[in-house]
């Protein structure tokens, strides 16, 4: 049966607010899971947008036990792939996870390596790609990064399956990112877009928003669009507050 081209497209729960349960921990990465479909999915870790770090991999595996039945594994391209065959080893994946970091550096490596047009090829068969932070952003066509400063700069280079502008970790004070991702769109230099609040994900079936999911309750995410008069305007879209259980199915 054919499957549908799935992307969860998520910020990532930086400051768990006090009190939240443990299942929280790997929550997204199970929604990616659930909306696979897969009894025990294959789940494959991209961590390019950290420079591929030992100890993000290490918490990949240690956290195993939260994500529940799966099959898990990596893929590292620093300082050459880990993998004898990317496309073949990505093409047998359920779910395809893209962890945070610089996005600017995400998207160079990945075409260097040709890894545009392998995810493509992966999302058209059906393997949910998903991803927070950077593993967000590079989905869509720009967004605003941190990946040169804290004062958070235009990303227009992004892989472009989604025909939005994207803005992650929308309700975090420690960077003006809420601010700057409006201002952009208000001045043309971003399309309309989806931003995200800590802790949702945008669910997008092809290229159409078909929910917004959370893993705490009470998050949004917001539709930002020009206004035609030099602002923009914006509609909140509430999350659907989903923690999959770790027994399932």
Known sequence: ???????????????????????????????????????????????????????????????????????????VLFAQPNVPDVRAHLLAQDVIYVSGGSVV?????????????????????????????????CWHLSGVTDSFSDSLDLVTNGLGFLPFSNGVHDDLADQPRRQRFRELIAAGELPAGYATEDGTGLHYVGTELREVLGI????????????????????????RYWLPDRRWP
């Open 216 to 239: 705490v309750p009470g998050r949004h995410a917001w539709h930002v669009a020009p206004d035609g008069a030099g602002g923009y305007q914006e509609t909140a879209i509430p999350a």
């Open 105 to 137: 550096n995400l998207l160079a490596v990945w075409r260097a390596h040709r890894l545009d047009v392998i995810l493509r090829e992966c999302w058209a068969a059906g393997v949910v790609l998903a991803g927070g932070s950077a593993g967000s952003l």
């Open 1 to 75: 049966m054919e499957r549908e081209r799935q992307i969860l497209a998520c910020s990532g729960m930086l400051y768990p607010p006090e009190g939240a349960p443990p299942e929280v921990v790997g929550a997204q990465v199970r929604q990616a899971m659930a909306l696979s479909g897969a009894q025990r999915p294959k789940v494959c870790l991209v961590p390019t947008a950290t420079g591929d770090a030992q100890a993000g991999l290490d918490r990949w595996y240690e956290s195993s036990e939260w994500f529940g039945p799966a099959d898990l594994s990596h893929l």
